[in-house]
């Protein structure tokens, strides 16, 4: 069955590299998913205090995550980790106590840098963010995307075969990975 795929960019930035990168996923993408993006830009900072009573920015959040069969997240690297924006996201997703968005929900990394390591260290960062929320993940293939000059156009054309095949096969595998999970434990 066609599965909805709600995907986050954890980039704020109007020129994101990461949101070309999501894009080109998205036109990559096999048949059987749909996609609808996961905005994180108008989320205050998270505290506990407002657990007891969500504003709607955070219930905004949570009912979005809940409606989708699973996550994609698209991140940049900043200073070695995932970007603070996306952090504090995830934050309000896993909470009130109880009440983790995060749980039995499929999920997958990728990301994309102007840097050589392509956020290799960030996305470890946040598949151990992702695994303390239970959420289960495709372990492999794993992708880090070295974002050239012209390799992605704003509107996430890939302009080499060999990266949009690459980018292509991650994504089949993202289909199968999502399929297996919702088959061996429907979620809705
Ligand atoms: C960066 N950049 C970066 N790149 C990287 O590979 N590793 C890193 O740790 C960092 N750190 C970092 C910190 C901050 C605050 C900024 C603004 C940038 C460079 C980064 O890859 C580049 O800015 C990309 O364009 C970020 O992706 P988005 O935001 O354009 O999607």
Redesign the pocket.
């Known amino acids: 069955p066609p599965y909805t795929v709600g995907y986050f960019v954890?980039?704020l930035?109007k020129?994101?590299?990461?949101?070309r990168l999501a894009k080109a996923l998205i036109r990559l993408a096999p048949d059987g998913l749909e996609f609808v993006e996961i905005p994180i830009r108008d989320l205050p900072l998270y505290s506990y205090d407002y657990d007891a009573d969500y504003p709607p920015e955070g219930r905004a959040l949570k009912d979005a995550i809940a409606s989708v069969d699973a996550l994609l997240f698209v991140t940049?690297?900043?200073?070695?980790a995932i970007p603070g924006g996306l952090k504090n996201a995830i934050d309000w997703a896993s909470r009130p106590w109880g009440q983790n968005s995060f749980a039995g929900k499929p999920s997958a990394v990728i990301g994309?840098?102007?840097?050589q390591?392509?956020?290799a260290?960030?996305q470890q960062n946040l598949r151990s963010v992702l695994s303390f929320c239970n959420s289960p993940q495709m372990n492999s293939p794993e992708a880090y995307i070295h974002i050239t000059e012209g390799l992605i156009a704003d509107d996430g054309e890939v302009s080499n075969d060999g990266t949009a095949a690459f980018l292509g096969g991650f994504m089949e595998s993202y289909y199968e990975f999502v399929t297996r999970v919702l088959t061996v434990v429907p979620q809705r």
């Open positions: 954890g980039s930035a020129a994101s590299v990461n949101r940049p690297e900043y200073n070695r994309g840098s102007i840097g390591i392509g956020t260290v960030a």
